[in-house]
């Protein structure tokens, strides 16, 4: 049944995908994305990321050592202060909205993304992402810690990083997955993630990493072609409540993860991550569980993406070969990165 | 206000958007677009779209003049023998999915889009639109219209075309905005896209094309930069309704808004279009309007895009620049080609 064209329904966000397995045969004459080749100078001159270099507005960086935090230069967000008020015409509804934008660097390594980093050094950038989450949460209603990876994710430098934006409103995706947990939390009196888990253990073949307190799957509802939904194996419900275990056997998980990534087509690939969990706004989220997304556009090769357009823009997303394809595909590459030998 | 960070609410599809004015001066380090040149050849010899070439199945196209349609080659909806049985369980929804896929040739032209084409060569696409709409509605739930043009669009021919993909279900983004303007309709006594024809056209910030029965403006809500919403100022619901009059002018607001496009960055601008409202599935859908939609990528130049990714992936929708500066712009350009010198 799995090769017919067919739908799957995502109870965390409530849409629906359409699983076209049959037209992974068709030949792609549109265009090929540039390889993303890892970096392999441990300092670049022109990098505004680097330890000691100049940023675009002038600050100096510190000499770091480990992980180095700093407010973006940019950010899409300002301080209370500057917001906008709220309008409430019936079809022009607008609110304020205000926050915080921070920029994680993940070592002063330029050529050391994840997948090349020690287990200690992952550790201590979970560490950091905690610590963040913990401090911005006091005032913000959600932190959303994420990274874009890969000049064809929008990076706009390879420097290892990642990003922290905490909003005072609660953003749509958020709320939704929010409520579709509690929802199944009321109905079933377990939560929706950890039903998950014990399923896909017994399942097996959606299963690509699984370490003593994480497993990483690709999920039945997954819209990109190697999609993964990173999911604890214990109740937890946010990113500073994970004790010293599991932070460090999470950091096993995140250099598995990456590594088989960037293994599965020899290059340094391209992804959007990011974390999701209960909100900080004071209301009460019983079942909602923290979990990660992994969100990698390559499809057939490190220079063939999916493109999420046309169809999926307007109707609903599409994929070209099952979850399940794309789970035995990763399981299939090596947990050894493809490059450690030259190193 | 609308210099500061704020969100604003989309009421078709009930999402809300985060809009960061201020973020527009921040420099891009970031990958940059090939610059999508106008085709200039009428006849290309490689291309198997072009009249008399052969297609990658073998078949050989038929000697077209003006608009023509065939079956996808390479479909992502096979017809109901091949529907997938549905699963249910908890966790693991499914439903079997079937349809069909037809490509659109706008024209024998190789090298003209639609910003390039006569209105009367224009207004005969819209008939064809408007026939495979009337003709697959018959058996199927939803009949999706769209084009997908420019490589950064996942457009993998140059040729001018478009696509229809019919579906025995209706889409999710079909039903929710479906959804949401039965429950306008039902709120408010008139249909939403008619009341916000009014209210644009008094408002006149975000109107960009203005013609005797249409109107395009970059809606309050707009996600990409220079997103825009093509509406009727006449109540109708489907493509296969439209008369005459209306399809000529169609043809001629089409026109003015894909010539405003390739004018703004000169370049054969790209996008993912497509007709949305009301489905065929047989339901009463009170106040659901016909519209379309232009889902452009590029942000301040031919070659500097924006890109929905992490936090837009992750968490909400997030534009740089308002809607009312992206309607002022595409206001500013010529109503004249830049290349209809050269011709
Ligand atoms: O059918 P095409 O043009 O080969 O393919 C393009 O449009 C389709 C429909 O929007 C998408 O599913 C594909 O990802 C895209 O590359
Ligand atoms: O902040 P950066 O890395 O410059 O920018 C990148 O990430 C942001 C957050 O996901 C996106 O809004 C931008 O479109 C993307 O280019």
Same mark, same amino acid.
């Given at each position: 049944?799995?090769?017919s064209p067919h739908r799957r329904f995502n109870p965390l966000n409530g849409k629906w995908i359409l699983v076209s397995p049959h037209r992974s045969q068709r030949p792609w004459l549109g265009?090929?994305?540039?390889?993303?080749?890892?970096?392999?100078?441990?300092? #670049?001159?022109?990098?505004?990321?680097?330890?000691?270099?100049?940023?675009?507005n002038g600050t100096i960086n510190p000499e770091y050592s480990g992980v180095y935090v700093f407010e973006n230069d940019f950010a899409a967000?300002?301080?209370?202060?500057?917001?906008?008020?709220?309008?409430?015409?019936?079809?022009?509804?607008?609110?304020?909205?205000?926050?915080?934008?921070?920029? @994680?660097?993940?070592?002063? #390594?330029?050529?050391?993304?994840?997948?090349?980093?020690?287990?200690?050094? @992952?550790?201590? @950038?979970?560490?950091?992402?905690?610590?963040?989450?913990?401090?911005l949460a006091q005032n913000h209603a959600w932190v959303q810690v994420f990274?874009?990876?890969?000049?064809?994710?929008g990076?706009?430098?390879?420097?290892?990083?990642?990003?922290?934006?905490?909003?005072?409103?609660?953003?749509?995706?958020?709320?939704?997955?929010?409520?579709?947990?509690?929802?199944?939390? &009321?109905?079933?009196?377990?939560?929706?993630?950890?039903?998950?888990?014990?399923?896909? &253990?017994? &399942?097996?073949?959606?299963?690509?990493?699984?370490?003593?307190?994480?497993?990483?799957i690709v999920p039945w509802w997954a819209s990109w072609p190697f999609e993964l939904l990173?999911?604890?194996?214990?109740?937890?419900?946010?990113l500073q409540q994970l004790e010293r275990a599991q932070r460090n #056997?999470?950091?096993?998980?995140?250099?598995? @993860?990456?590594?088989?990534? #960037?293994?599965?087509? =020899?290059c340094s690939f391209p992804y959007s991550m990011g974390w999701h969990g209960a909100p900080f706004d004071g209301g009460d989220y019983p079942g909602v569980q923290l979990h990660a997304h992994f969100y990698p556009p390559l499809l057939r090769s490190a220079s063939v993406r999916k493109f999420m357009v046309g169809f999926e823009m307007l109707a609903e997303a599409q994929r070209d070969l099952t979850p399940e394809q794309a789970a035995?595909?990763?399981? =299939?590459?090596?947990?050894?990165?493809?490059?450690?030998g030259d190193q």
């Open positions: 049944m799995k090769q265009q090929a994305e540039a390889v993303s080749v890892p970096e392999t100078v441990a300092h #670049d001159p022109d990098c505004y990321l680097c330890a000691g270099n100049e940023r675009a967000l300002l301080p209370e202060g500057n917001a906008a008020a709220a309008e409430n015409e019936r079809l022009f509804r607008s609110e304020s909205a205000s926050g915080t934008c921070r920029v @994680i660097c993940f070592s002063p #390594d330029h050529g050391k993304s994840l997948a090349q980093l020690e287990c200690d050094e @992952i550790a201590a @950038i979970v560490d950091v992402w905690a610590e963040q989450t913990e401090a990274e874009n990876k890969g000049s064809v994710m990076c706009s430098n390879p420097h290892p990083h990642g990003q922290v934006w905490a909003t005072r409103h609660v953003p749509d995706e958020i709320a939704t997955e929010a409520d579709n947990q509690v929802a199944y939390f &009321k109905a079933h009196g377990a939560p929706l993630l950890l039903d998950l888990v014990s399923q896909e &253990k017994y &399942k097996k073949e959606r299963v690509v990493v699984d370490t003593e307190y994480w497993m990483a990173l999911l604890p194996k214990f109740a937890v419900s946010s #056997d999470l950091a096993v998980a995140l250099q598995e @993860i990456t590594i088989r990534y #960037d293994n599965l087509f =020899q035995a595909a990763l399981r =299939q590459t090596s947990q050894v990165h493809f490059l450690a």
